[in-house]
């Protein structure tokens, strides 16, 4: 199998796009996701730094405040008390007294100790909260705080009785001396660390002077310190680190309280604070770090089950060719890639089906189109595909060429219709003009060769679709011998089932005639019998032979009407068609009617009514066997009407009863011979069974319908028959024949067309009137026995209407009186002939000499 | 020519004449016109079959071919009628073939005549009818 070129480009590999490959997107998001972890961790701990030093300055100055508060809290508590004191007169008892004095110190706020003296200006002591003072020596002697006037705290100083640094509060006794509190500060810093606690930040409390210079108070290794100076300490604050007096760094917040001027410094440890702010952003830190690590194993694990798998299936799939098996890429790997490897390994195996498929189909069309095509042409019988629409020839095979001797070339260019015989060409369109079946077995048909001669085939047809034509495909088979015998005798057979047809239909209409003969041959037979043999009375001799003249007449009838019926049936009687007026035609037929009840006929034809073309006797008997009928049928009278009208392009005559009516199931079969309404009421009601047979026949050779309506008996019934209308154009000519014997007629026209004159006819004088007005004739030729209108009186109106210029020949069988004779000379008439033999052509003569002088004296 | 009716028997024998023609009708009465018997007529099928099981006629002449009921019906229901077995029964018809006969003659009919026929044929046959 070679490899087509496109598959080469194919198998080359994806082509170089712009853009990075999914293991790319996964680095950079492994490195991105390393650089925000590091970014983070990197805040994180740079921030808590600042956050413990923060939080450790704020914790000292908070602790610093509180400290101060509490201190003055102690203050103020004590002027409170001293205050009022002092200036009690009491006190002169006191100082008079000393006996009298009793002081105790209670430790106030953070001064845990100390002790309350009365001091007098001289400075001894008056009393005091110490066990056993000294109230001899004037030890106090000298201080600036003894005499003062207002109360004052002094601070810090080295008390002469402890020897301890104190804050003195004195509170003067004017006049006598002063109450005066010694407050002990070494113990205040470390009963302020007690209370407050040292927490994480490890507090240092400080009380220092007002300028900040001598330490009175230290929670940390008090007994060190207390008392020094440390001049330059003061600058500390909380936002800077500051070695404290042991070398440790700490952060310091300050606060001062009023009486007395001392400060208060509170300082946390720095490295105790970062240590713990460390310990925080190092629990962060290992958050930190433990996201990333899934982060990291999540993006391999996706790396692993998602890329990897499509880059290897990529790779696969770059590396087959198509129809290729693949390799399914293997279990591992997300259900979507799975599947995706799964949907191409399919993809592919269909790939190679179709493949397979389409080659060998291909493979197969060329070869079975070659095969069909040898089947076609070299098929021992004449084929051919013609287009449906056109007929054309579009393919022919051998077969074909060679029976019909046309080249393919000449087939091409010919239509189906050029192999027929130009006599057969006509039939052959009709009925390719008709649908045809999808498959068709015609024939035989008769096929016209290139060397002219003729052959006969049989045709076997289907259709089918050729080059986007409807088409049909043909095959023509020679008839054989033994198929023209097998035909020949089908088509006797069926000649012969026709004539058996034929034959058992006149056997059965000879049995129902013999039949229908038998019974008024038995009344005749029988009376007559009676008559001969027995003694009759002459009231029954009279009956009797009434009976048989009736019977007998009854025979005629039915004997004739048999003839009729055989002659209009076997197409031996011949119709002579004319225009007619069917309004006098209606007249006549009503004449003829004697109806025993006498109820008149009613009549009911419009003047206006348009010729008619018809054979008018017979017409007129089918009018008189409907009136006749329609009185037969109405025992007890009631009304009788005909009429005419124009319905469509015909015109149709009816005649209505109101008698004995005709049941449903009996209508279709009336106008079959023989049929009668099998009902009582019209038992006696004598009849051939043939006049609505022979009133079809009639009607029908005029190609006009005959139909009946009841609505039941007793309900009357209506008999409906269509005539042709007499067309304009079918009826010219320069002589008008009126006659009512359409044979002599007939003979009179033909003799006129001899000579050149064309002519028209006319059965009676009304239809004449009527012609003379539409044709115009010239001419003519007049019997004077006519139906209705009497010759005569056709001729007075003739001269009225149209004047004496028209040449008039009476032909008749009239034997005519002097004085009628002397009347129609009067008229004008340029012959009277009388009917006979020969006279035809003699009255033909004449008028056409009275043509030609006319036409001279008109030229 | 008359009957042979046993004299003493003062029973008018009755026979009934369905027939749809009149002519017919009056040919047969008037050929067997006579005192014996007293002639009912009847116009078609149905009359005749009615006519029959009002009077129980000795003798039933019966024109195959009628509007209504046919002869031959007529004389299927009077065979088929027990109480009947007595009447006799001739068909007068305008049909002539051979099978026609049989199938008359089969149905139970005692004569058959065919028209046209002789009115001094048919009176034979009343007579040898009523004589069964």
């Known amino acids: ?859 | 020519m008359r009957t042979r009716t046993p004299p003493g028997l003062q029973v008018l024998r009755t026979v009934v004449i369905a027939d749809d023609e009149s002519s017919m009708r009056l040919l047969v009465h008037a050929t067997i016109e006579s005192d014996d018997y007293c002639v009912v007529e009847a116009v078609d099928g149905a009359e005749a079959w009615a006519m029959v099981q009002k009077h129980r006629p000795a003798l039933v002449l019966l024109d195959v071919q009628m509007p209504g009921r046919s002869g031959l019906e007529v004389l299927g229901l009077i065979k088929a009628d027990p109480s009947l077995a007595a009447t006799r029964v001739i068909l007068l018809t305008a049909k002539a073939q051979e099978t026609d006969i049989e199938s008359g003659l089969i149905a139970g009919a005692d004569f058959y005549l065919t028209k046209p026929f002789s009115p001094l044929d048919l009176l034979t046959r009343v007579e040898e009818a009523l004589q069964l």
Not at chain 1, 32 to 58: H, I, N, P, T, W
Not at chain 1, 90 to 110: N, T
Not at chain 1, 541 to 560: C, S
Not at chain 1, 671 to 697: E, M, Q, S, W, Y
């Open chain 1, 1 to 859: 199998m070679g490899v087509q070129p496109h598959e080469r480009d194919l198998r080359r590999g994806p082509p170089r796009r712009p853009g990075w490959s999914l293991r790319n997107y996964m680095a950079l998001f492994m490195a991105v996701l390393l650089g925000v972890a590091a970014l983070a961790a990197f805040a994180v701990r740079s921030m808590a730094e600042m956050d413990a030093r923060q939080s450790a300055g704020a914790d000292a100055s908070f602790a610093s405040e509180r400290a101060a508060q509490q201190l003055k809290a102690g203050f103020d508590q004590i002027a409170l008390v001293s205050g009022p004191l002092a200036g009690d007169p009491s006190m002169a008892i006191v100082f008079a007294d000393p006996s009298k004095c009793h002081f105790g110190y209670a430790p106030i706020g953070a001064f845990a100790t100390g002790h309350i003296d009365l001091v007098r200006l001289d400075g001894s002591v008056v009393c005091s909260s110490r066990k056993s003072p000294d109230t001899t020596s004037q030890i106090y002697e000298g201080q600036g705080w003894l005499v003062t006037p207002q109360p004052v705290v002094v601070a810090p100083i080295k008390d002469p009785v402890t020897g301890s640094q104190v804050v003195v509060v004195s509170y003067p006794v004017p006049g006598r001396g002063a109450l005066a509190w010694f407050l002990d500060l070494a113990p205040i810093g470390p009963k302020l660390a007690a209370e407050f606690g040292s927490g994480v930040h490890q507090l240092e409390f400080l009380v220092t002077s007002g300028d900040g210079r001598t330490i009175v108070s230290r929670s940390i290794d008090p007994a060190r310190w207390i008392g020094r100076n440390v001049s330059g300490f003061v600058n500390g604050s909380a936002d800077a680190s500051q070695p404290d007096l042991n070398g440790t760094q700490r952060l310091y917040g300050r606060s001062t309280f009023d009486p007395g001027g001392l400060r208060v410094y509170v300082g946390a440890d720095e490295a105790a604070a970062l240590s713990a702010a460390d310990q925080l952003s190092n629990r962060s830190l290992a958050i930190i770090l433990a996201g990333v690590a899934v982060m990291l194993l999540v993006t391999f694990v996706v790396y692993r089950r998602i890329a990897e798998p499509v880059r290897r299936l990529s790779l696969v799939i770059r590396a087959s060719a198509p129809g290729d098996a693949v390799k399914a890429v293997g279990p591992t790997g997300a259900t979507e890639v799975t599947n995706l490897a799964w949907d191409f390994d399919r993809l592919m195996a269909t790939v190679k089906r179709e493949l397979a498929d389409r080659l060998s189909s291909e493979q197969k069309a060329l070869l079975s189109e070659r095969n069909y095509r040898l089947l076609f042409e070299g098929h021992p019988q004449p084929m051919w595909l013609y287009d449906v629409e056109t007929l054309a020839f579009l393919e022919v095979n051998d077969a074909a060429v060679e029976r019909y001797g046309y080249s393919p070339e000449e087939f091409l260019a010919m239509t189906i219709k050029d192999i027929r015989p130009p006599q057969d060409v006509p039939k052959f369109l009709e009925l390719m003009a008709a649908p045809q079946p999808a498959l068709d077995k015609t024939g035989p048909w008769r096929h016209l060769l290139k060397d002219g001669s003729v052959v006969q085939v049989l045709i076997t047809s289907h259709s089918v679709t050729f080059g986007g034509h409807e088409a049909r495909f043909v095959i023509a088979e020679d008839l054989t011998e033994s198929q023209r015998l097998e035909l020949e005798l089908h088509q006797s057979q069926a000649r012969a089932e026709a004539n058996a047809e034929l034959s058992k239909a006149k056997d059965e209409m000879v049995s129902m005639v013999s039949h229908e003969m038998r019974t008024p041959l038995a009344s005749i037979v029988g009376f007559a019998e009676l008559l001969v043999t027995r003694k009759v009375t002459p009231e029954q001799r009279t009956e009797y032979l009434g009976v048989m003249l009736q019977e007998g007449r009854r025979l005629t009838a039915l004997i004739n009407d048999f003839l009729d019926l055989r002659r209009i049936e076997g197409g031996h009687l011949t119709m002579r068609y004319a225009p007619a007026d069917i309004k006098s035609l209606i007249k006549r037929a009503v004449a003829l009617i004697v109806d025993p009840t006498g109820t008149p006929i009613q009549m009911r034809v419009p003047d206006d009514m348009p010729l008619v073309r018809i054979d008018g006797d017979s017409i007129l008997r089918v009018v008189a066997n409907l009136l006749s009928n329609a009185c037969k049928y109405s025992p007890k009278g009631g009304g009788i009407a005909v009429g005419a009208g124009v319905v469509a392009d015909m015109v149709e005559v009816y005649v209505r009863d109101e008698g004995l009516g005709i049941p449903a199931d009996a209508l279709s079969h009336v106008f079959r011979r023989f049929f009668r309404v099998d009902n009582p009421d019209r038992n006696g009601i004598k009849g051939t069974g043939l006049g609505l047979a022979i009133c079809k026949n009639i009607v029908e050779a005029h190609g006009g319908t005959i139909s009946v309506r009841s609505e039941g008996l007793g309900k009357g019934s209506v008999f409906a028959f269509t005539i042709p209308l007499a067309r304009d154009a079918s009826q010219s000519g320069d002589v008008l024949v009126v006659e009512d014997d359409a044979g002599f007629a007939h003979l009179l026209q033909a003799e006129l067309t001899g000579l050149g004159v064309s002519s028209i006819w006319a059965a009676d004088a009304e239809t004449a009137e009527r012609l003379m007005i539409k044709k115009k004739a010239r001419a003519v030729v007049l019997d004077l026995l006519l139906p209705g209108l009497q010759g005569e009186a056709y001729l007075d109106r003739l001269r009225v209407k149209h004047g004496s210029g028209i040449p008039v020949v009476v032909v008749t069988l009239k034997d005519l009186e002097p004085a009628e004779t002397l009347l129609l000379h009067k008229a004008g008439v340029t012959a009277i002939l009388r009917k006979g033999p020969g006279m035809a052509e003699t009255a033909a003569n004449m008028i056409a000499k009275s043509l030609a002088a006319e036409q001279l004296v008109a030229g």
